[in-house]
């Protein structure tokens, strides 16, 4: 089964995102979450998600720190991750791409380009 991970702190950001992306599981996609970049590395360790939509500004561990662990520590590269934060500037992105980061997305964002990216990254047919 294929399984995305949607970790951010802001329990309306992260229902939004699981909300838009509950429309994959009809294809066999398991949504998790989590609220806190140390849960999101116990939940990569055990689950090994295909992919990681991930918050930059969190409780416990940041999403910069929580990506170098999963892409540069563990060199789980095969996981893929979007940053999805309302840090835009020039070196947040330059610090995403550093870290390993796949995507780098800026809030607000639009939930359809999330599901689009979704659905190509991991080979799904598109939902009508």
Excluded: H
């Amino acid at each position: 089964m294929v399984k995305i991970l949607v970790v951010d702190d802001e329990p309306y950001i992260r229902m939004l995102m699981e909300d838009t992306l509950e429309m994959l599981q009809s294809q066999q996609v398991e949504i998790l979450s989590a609220s806190d970049g140390q849960t999101a590395l116990e939940i990569v360790r055990k689950q090994q998600p295909n992919m990681v939509f991930l918050d930059v500004m969190m409780p416990k561990m940041n999403g910069f720190s929580v990506c170098q662990t999963i892409k540069r520590d563990w060199q789980m590269n095969e996981i893929y991750v979007c940053m999805v934060t309302a840090k835009g500037e020039s070196y947040d992105r330059q610090r995403g791409k550093e870290v390993g980061a796949d995507k780098y997305i800026t809030k607000p964002f639009n939930p359809s380009e999330m599901l689009t990216l979704a659905q190509t990254v991991l080979g799904l047919n598109d939902i009508v």
